[in-house]
């Protein structure tokens, strides 16, 4: 029902944005800047380059909202600009925390399971990344999955699925 | 119960059934079954703990103003691509009437010279001096002239008549060269 509200309200700023509204993309930013962040920011992990994957996720958006054809959701074209973002980006370095594993206080452990998250994320093919972050996070159904990624709903179950499994091996050492 | 070096067939089933994917005849039986196989139960027990530790990795969202310049940075990148093409056109129109201006008037100019200045006054030395003086012809124009110049005679066309016709046709060539035909 929420999402219902949601794609109706999306509809119609859509087409105010078209008819000149400039104001409408704001709310449109505003609506859905924590969600794309999230994503980005979970699909990264850090915040420099999350802020730059959104930053290019909306102009793309910007630039071709006038062009969009409403054949689908608002938020999924804007999800799919996001994975694709996302997918396509190449990572730039970054200095890797340094992590004295000797001095296993909760400080510091808790910063060590941070890192070995990091790791296992940054290990995982990015459309399992995709998929598992879009059902963990967002919440979304497999048929959902499917639509933004432009997958089917099966792919985009056995994407998740992997996902998991390869998390479990990764992460053994902290289960 | 099916185990197998610490496999199960069922085990696959622990993330459908985490994830509320199984319907209630499978839900009941997978849950009978769990009762009873270890390693579904060690598998439930682990994906549980990889759940509870994605959950506790949680995202800073940045502070506002961060989502305001982002917003501003947006429309400025936009308006960055946008920007080359109204200037290309706004610079390139005016440029491009400028140049066609330029080349009619110097086209008017070189053909006003040639107008105004016929072979036949400049056979006339005072016509000639003038115009040489007032710039409206300049040196090379003379030194052309000078070339011209042994076949006038003070009746042009007496002139003409006297040469002979390998000289007429030269001569016919030479001015055609220089200035055309319309004053032949």
């Known amino acids: 029902?929420?999402?219902?509200?949601?794609?109706?309200?999306?509809?119609?700023?859509?087409?105010?944005?078209?008819?000149?509204?400039?104001?409408?993309?704001?709310?449109?930013?505003?609506?859905?800047?924590?969600?794309?962040?999230?994503?980005?920011?979970?699909?990264?992990?850090?915040?420099?380059?999350?802020?730059?994957?959104?930053?290019?996720?909306?102009?793309?958006?910007y630039r071709n909202l006038r062009r969009f054809n409403e054949r689908s959701k608002f938020f999924t074209?804007?999800?799919r600009i996001t994975i694709n973002t996302c997918i396509s980006f190449k990572r730039k370095s970054h200095e890797e925390l340094e992590i004295d594993s000797s001095i296993p206080n909760p400080e510091e452990r808790n910063l060590m399971l941070k890192k070995a998250i990091d790791d296992a994320l940054a290990k995982l093919p990015g459309r399992q990344k995709m998929a598992f972050i879009l059902r963990h996070y967002e919440g979304y159904t497999f048929d959902e999955i499917?639509?933004?990624?432009?997958?089917?709903?099966?792919?985009?179950?056995?994407?998740?699925?992997?996902?998991?499994?390869k998390l479990r091996i990764l992460l053994k050492d902290w289960i | 119960m099916n185990k197998k070096n610490n496999k199960c067939q069922f085990q696959e089933r622990v993330i459908d059934y985490?994830?509320?994917?199984?319907?209630?005849?499978?839900?009941?039986?997978?849950?009978?079954?769990?009762?009873?196989?270890?390693?579904?139960?060690?598998?439930?027990?682990?994906?549980?703990?990889?759940y509870a530790m994605m959950d506790n990795d949680e995202v800073v969202i940045?502070?506002?103003?961060?989502?305001?310049k982002m917003k501003n940075r947006v429309r400025q990148q936009e308006i960055v691509l946008k920007r080359p093409l109204w200037k290309i056109w706004s610079i390139l129109i005016p440029a491009?009437?400028?140049?066609?201006?330029v080349l009619l008037f110097n086209r008017q100019k070189?053909?006003?010279?040639?107008?105004?200045?016929?072979?036949?006054?400049?056979?006339?030395?005072?016509?000639?001096?003038?115009?040489l003086l007032e710039r409206i012809i300049d040196n090379n124009i003379v030194s052309q002239f000078n070339i011209l110049e042994e076949y006038f005679t003070e009746d042009v066309e007496q002139g003409l008549k006297d040469?002979?016709?390998?000289?007429?046709?030269?001569?016919i060539e030479i001015i055609t060269e220089k200035y055309g035909e319309k004053y032949l």
């Open chain 1, 1 to 61: 029902m929420r999402q219902n509200i949601m794609n109706d309200e999306d509809l119609l700023l859509v087409r105010r944005y078209k008819n000149g509204d400039e104001k409408a993309f704001d709310s449109l930013f505003e609506m859905y800047k924590h969600p794309v962040y999230s994503i980005c920011y979970r699909y990264v992990r850090n915040e420099a380059d999350a802020q730059e994957l959104m930053l290019e996720v909306f102009t793309k958006v």
């Open chain 1, 77 to 79: 074209w804007l999800y």
């Open chain 1, 146 to 165: 499917g639509e933004i990624m432009g997958i089917s709903s099966g792919a985009a179950k056995a994407n998740h699925f992997q996902a998991i499994r």
């Open chain 2, 18 to 50: 985490i994830e509320g994917l199984l319907d209630a005849q499978h839900k009941s039986i997978f849950e009978a079954h769990l009762k009873e196989c270890e390693v579904c139960q060690k598998e439930l027990s682990a994906i549980k703990k990889i």
């Open chain 2, 62 to 68: 940045p502070a506002e103003e961060v989502f305001v």
């Open chain 2, 96 to 101: 491009l009437g400028v140049l066609v201006f």
């Open chain 2, 110 to 131: 070189e053909q006003s010279l040639e107008i105004s200045v016929p072979i036949f006054s400049l056979s006339q030395d005072k016509y000639f001096n003038v115009l």
């Open chain 2, 163 to 171: 040469l002979t016709t390998d000289e007429q046709q030269k001569f």
